[in-house]
């Protein structure tokens, strides 16, 4: 052999001893135990594949390590060690060739650390690491306001909003492990949701440490403080609370306004992050606190500016039940304003306005135009601000005391003509034919333009044969269309008839108006009274004759 290869092949086998012997204190048992492993080829192990669920990854500045969690320690050497080691009923961790470690009551960091100073003190190179591979179970209990109170087996990984959503399920949750002493399995009688607190839960701890646990705070903040991480032995309470009394209220320019229940401690700091904070829009030196004076009954308000607002300062005031906190909006003439243009223009569709600025014309303007089969006789502005729903009118018309059958007869043709519909009185041939300027109105938010197709028909209906649409002929009559529709049926009020006009809704008799395109014709059917009528008409009839009898009678005798 080559003495060059020779001295390489020495100084190789040399360096891959180095890496397998511990530096000091390895006894002849521990020897033959690291010569088993590399004469076995130790694989590293085959990972767990599933766990409990988590919000997210575990913080090892946060997580405590107890009994029964499992963690892998691997030391990376020639050939590499890997050991899959649960934390003892004792709180030790015992690692091969290592020894134990004192982990439980260690944040998950401090156990990392060491885990790897006490492996360095054996091995001499090498880069070990220490993972967290399975979550430990843990047993805590919870009384109160809950639907099942008792004993539960969760996970180290869960926090205490978690265990009172596992007791309040409907059925009993499957990991429940005893109910409470006193407490029989079924569900608590004096269980009632409404009243259950979410601010005020008190979580006692095993050492003796009691925490205020706000679960609506947490998720508003993530102050996991006020959610914390379960622990062995853990007590949960819910308390009772009155939430007709014990609130406040946030309003405004904040991203969650509402009532939220009162704890003692809170501020107007605190209750505007409660509310998940102020919007963009919030005005900055107009938050308002209000609040009743009980010897008075009055209410006084306090405006406050935001940048006064942070902790410990003399503005970040203290809140009571009842008090009130309004974030004022700034004005912001930037807002998406709009009008929907339909029907016959050249470009159909949204178009932006100016609150206040825009103008009928301008809109038609930015559409294209009208196309050559626009109507502007029959053209319409309609506005949501003047919405009439379907019962309004005939609340309006029963407001009046007496309803007629003839009442009855014109609720139900504003019906079918959609006559309560939200028109703006504007005339689109005076605008844009003879070039009115007074019928230029400003557009608002949201207003709907309808630009319809020239109309060539009348709508007759009512008691005709064939009620519809008949084809318009300019300089017809009544009857004409009348006739096309198949005439009058046996229960049309013929002196009824009336003309409604397209463009303006109104009504007329036949022989006051032309027949235009696009007019209704109304055939009304006859007005059958009840018998209850007509006698209360004789009756008023009857009193009426015997008053003005009476007053005869009395002249007479006067004169005598």
Request: with cysteine.
């Amino acid at each position: 052999m080559n003495p060059v290869n020779a001295g390489s092949v020495s100084v190789l086998a040399l360096i891959t001893a180095l890496y397998a012997i511990p530096l000091s204190g390895q006894n002849k048992d521990q020897t033959n135990l690291l010569e088993d492993k590399t004469q076995q080829k130790i694989s590293l192990p085959s990972m767990p594949l599933a766990g409990p669920a988590l919000e997210g990854p575990i913080d090892p500045e946060k997580y405590i390590v107890g009994p029964s969690d499992v963690l892998g320690v691997n030391i990376w050497t020639v050939p590499p060690l890997s050991f899959v080691l649960t934390v003892t009923p004792e709180g030790m961790l015992i690692v091969p060739s290592v020894g134990e470690i004192e982990v439980a009551g260690l944040k998950l960091s401090v156990v990392k650390e060491r885990v790897l100073a006490e492996i360095h003190k054996k091995y001499l190179v090498g880069n070990p690491t220490v993972n967290l591979l399975d979550i430990r179970d843990i047993v805590v209990t919870i009384t109160g306001n809950v639907r099942h109170p008792g004993r539960y087996k969760m996970n180290a990984a869960q926090r205490v909003d978690r265990l009172i959503q596992e007791a309040n399920q409907v059925v009993r949750a499957s990991q429940v492990v005893l109910p409470t002493q006193g407490v029989e399995k079924d569900e608590n009688p004096n269980y009632n949701a409404a009243t259950a607190s979410k601010r005020a839960i008190v979580l006692r701890r095993r050492d003796g440490t009691t925490h205020q646990v706000d679960i609506q705070e947490f998720f508003a903040t993530k102050n996991e403080q006020r959610d914390p991480f379960l622990l062995e032995g853990d007590e949960v309470f819910v308390p009772t609370t009155d939430y007709s009394k014990n609130l406040f209220a946030v309003y405004g320019a904040v991203n969650a306004p509402g009532r939220f229940e009162y704890v003692r401690g809170d501020s107007v700091l605190g209750a505007i992050k409660l509310a998940y904070g102020a919007t963009k829009r919030a005005n900055p030196d107009s938050i308002e606190l209000v609040r009743l004076d009980p010897t008075n009954g009055r209410l006084n308000s306090t405006i406050i500016k935001a940048h006064d607002l942070y902790p410990g300062s003399s503005e970040n005031l203290p809140l009571e039940p009842g008090d009130r906190i309004l974030v004022r909006e700034k004005f912001d003439p930037r807002e998406d304003y709009r009008v929907f243009v339909e029907g016959e223009v050249r470009f159909p569709g949204i178009y932006p306005i100016t609150k206040g600025m825009t103008r009928l014309s301008t809109v038609i303007e930015q559409a294209g135009g009208f196309t050559e089969f626009a109507s502007l006789q029959s053209a319409e502005l309609l506005r949501n601000s003047v919405d009439v729903d379907e019962g309004q009118l005939n609340r309006m018309l029963r407001q009046r005391g007496n309803i007629t059958p003839e009442d009855n007869n014109y609720v139900s043709v504003e019906g079918d003509i959609q006559i309560r519909r939200n028109d703006v009185n504007v005339d689109f041939e005076k605008l844009f034919l003879a070039r009115d300027t007074t019928q230029d109105i400003l557009v608002q938010n949201d207003d709907r333009i309808i630009i319809p197709s020239v109309r060539k028909t009348v709508h007759v209906f009512g008691q005709v044969v064939t009620p519809g649409n008949v084809p318009f002929i300019p300089g017809k009559n009544v009857s004409y269309y009348v006739d096309c529709a198949g005439g009058y049926t046996e229960d049309a009020e013929k002196g009824d008839v009336a003309v409604i006009k397209w463009t303006t809704r109104q009504w007329f008799e036949p022989d006051k108006t032309a027949i235009e395109e696009g007019d209704f014709i109304w055939v009304p059917p006859v007005v059958r009274r009840p018998a209850s009528y007509w006698l209360a008409v004789i009756g008023q009839t009857t009193s009426i004759v015997s008053v003005a009898l009476s007053i005869v009678l009395l002249v007479i005798q006067l004169k005598k």
